[in-house]
C-alpha cells in the first residue's frame, strides 16, 4: 500500500513523482537474490523507477520495475559473504515517465 505521492516535476513531456511505501525486505543469503512484489500509486508499464533505502544497504542492490498498472518487482540482490536481514523501512521509489 503506498503512503504518500507527491509531484517533484514535469518538463518537456517528462513527469516525475515520489511514492513512499513500507518494504519489509527478505532475508538474504550469501550472494543471495530475491524479488518482492510492492503497489505504487500511479506507476505504468514504461516508467522508470529509482529506489531510495531508508538506511545503508548493506551490501544489498535494490533495483525495481513496473509489473503492470500500480504494481512493480523489487529486486534484492546481496554482494556480502553473510546473510543479510534488513529491517522493515519506508522505501522512497522515483517515478519518471516520458
Known amino acids: 500500500m503506498s503512503i504518500n505521492v ?3 516535476g514535469v518538463s518537456e ?3 516525475q513523482f515520489v511514492v513512499e ?3 519489509d525486505p527478505p532475508s538474504l543469503v550469501t550472494l543471495g537474490v ?3 512484489k510492492v503497489i505504487l500509486d500511479g506507476v505504468g ?3 522508470h523507477i529509482q529506489v531510495v533505502m531508508p538506511y545503508d544497504g548493506q551490501s544489498i542492490v535494490v533495483t525495481a520495475a513496473p509489473d503492470g498498472e500500480g504494481s512493480a518487482d523489487i529486486n534484492f540482490q546481496s554482494s556480502s559473504l553473510s546473510t543479510v536481514d534488513l529491517a522493515s ?3 522512497k521509489f522515483i517515478i519518471t515517465r516520458a
Open 13 to 15: 513531456g517528462v513527469q
Open 89 to 91: 523501512g519506508t522505501f
Open 6 to 8: 507527491s509531484s517533484i
Open 34 to 36: 530475491a524479488t518482492q
Open 45 to 47: 508499464i514504461g516508467d
Open 21 to 23: 511505501v513500507v518494504v
